[in-house]
């Protein structure tokens, strides 16, 4: 069936980084945008970035513009979200999540805790 | 970026009753090409967000027909209407017609 499966997060101390993987089955990877969405624990939904089905566009929120850096691997139907100088802001929920117009499935999301 | 402004911010219901939701977004949602990129999510307590309507009135594969969505340029609204136990949760709004796409706060909907 289709599926998204997140990994990656942990717990990271403020300044390091981490790198985040959405793992996807069941349909053709490479026809799809996808996206990074977060939620910091008892929040709403912020959303993070975004690449094109072939990997040549890409877009990042302004809050994490020139920390984080969205990447895929169409190969290996695997997208990435590198985490660097993560700060304590940072600290929720990360779920990717497919789209061609709509975020129609979303993984269940790997927990990132930012925190000395 | 667009501002998408939900009302009200929690709702709480009798099963059977009715409810609605409101998200305005600070400039109108319709694209040159005919569209509107409005959707509606549902975010069941300890799960991911699920898609209930994509482009302001359609409803996505698998959900009920008591859910209903409508509104143009930037008013929309979210029925539901027959309330159940299973429609707890937060519902969001959000538009992707221009990046960064946005979300609404989200509406808390218990039931009573």
């Known amino acids: 069936q289709v599926q998204l499966v997140e990994s990656g997060g942990g717990v990271v101390q403020p300044g390091r980084s981490l790198r985040l993987s959405c793992a996807a089955s069941?349909?053709?990877?490479?026809?799809?945008?996808m996206h990074w969405v977060r939620q910091a624990p008892g929040k709403g939904l912020d959303w993070v970035a975004v690449?094109?089905?072939?990997?040549?566009?890409?877009y990042t929120a302004d809050s994490v513009k020139g920390r984080f850096t969205i990447s895929r691997d169409n190969s290996k139907n695997t997208l990435f979200l590198q985490m660097n100088s993560l700060r304590a802001e940072d600290t929720g929920l990360y779920f990717c999540?497919?789209?061609?117009?709509?975020?129609?499935?979303w993984g269940q999301g790997t927990m990132v805790t930012v925190s000395s | 970026e667009i501002v998408m402004t939900q009302t009200p911010l929690s709702l709480s219901v009798s099963p059977g009753q009715p409810a609605s939701i409101s998200c305005k977004s600070s400039?109108?949602?319709?694209?040159?090409?005919?569209?509107?990129?409005l959707y509606w999510y549902l975010q069941k307590p300890g799960q991911s967000p699920q898609l209930l309507i994509y482009?302001?009135?359609n409803r996505f594969s698998g959900v009920p027909d008591r859910f209903s969505g409508s509104g143009s340029g930037t008013d929309f609204t979210l029925k539901i209407s027959r309330v159940e136990a299973e429609d707890v949760g937060v519902y969001y709004c959000?538009?992707?017609?221009?990046?960064?796409?946005?979300f609404g706060q989200g509406t808390n909907v218990e039931i009573k």
């Open positions: 690449m094109s089905k072939d990997g040549n566009q890409k």
């Open positions: 959000m538009q992707t017609l221009q990046l960064p796409p946005t």
């Open positions: 400039q109108s949602l319709l694209h040159s090409d005919g569209e509107t990129y």
């Open positions: 999540a497919r789209s061609l117009r709509a975020l129609d499935i």
């Open positions: 069941g349909f053709t990877f490479s026809s799809y945008g």
């Open positions: 482009e302001v009135s």
